[in-house]
C-alpha cells in the first residue's frame, strides 16, 4: 500500500491513509505480544512491535491480521492492528500511539479501460466519499 502500483494499463488515487498502533484486551494482564512472523531488520511493522515487546514475552507469531486481531481479543497478549479495527472494538484498548511513520496510503486501483465505465466510476466515486468521510477513523484520531 506505500505506493502506486507503476503499470502502464492501470490507472489509481489515493484515497485515503490507514495507521496502526499495539492493542490489547481491556482485561489482559499477561504483558504479552503478539508478534509479526517477519525479520524485524526487514520489516518497519514487525521492527516497532520487537522494540515494543523488548523484555515481554511474545506469545505468538502470527502474519495474518484478522487471526492477530482475533488473538488479541482471546488475551493472548498485545497486538499490532489497524486503528479503525482496534479502536471500533470497546473490548480492546489501544496501548501505544500512532506511529506516523507506518501509517500506510491506500489506493484505488483499476484498469485503464474500466474507468470509462459509467457503473465503475460510480463504484470509484462512492469508494472515493467513504474514505474520504472514515479518514479520521482510518488514521486513529476519531
Known sequence: MRKLPDAPDLVGRRVGRIAFAMYRHRDDRSNA????????DLSRQAAFVA?????RTVAARIGDMPIRYQAAR????????PCW??????ELQRVTEVP???AEDIFLVMPARARKRREVAKVAEAL????QREAKRLAGTA
Open 33 to 40: 505480544v503478539i508478534a509479526p512472523p517477519e525479520d524485524p
Open 100 to 102: 506516523d511513520d507506518l
Open 74 to 81: 482471546a488475551k493472548l497478549g498485545a497486538a499490532f492492528l
Open 51 to 55: 522494540r515494543f515487546a523488548g523484555g
Open 85 to 90: 479495527l482496534g479502536d471500533s472494538d470497546p
Open 128 to 131: 472515493g466519499k467513504l474514505f
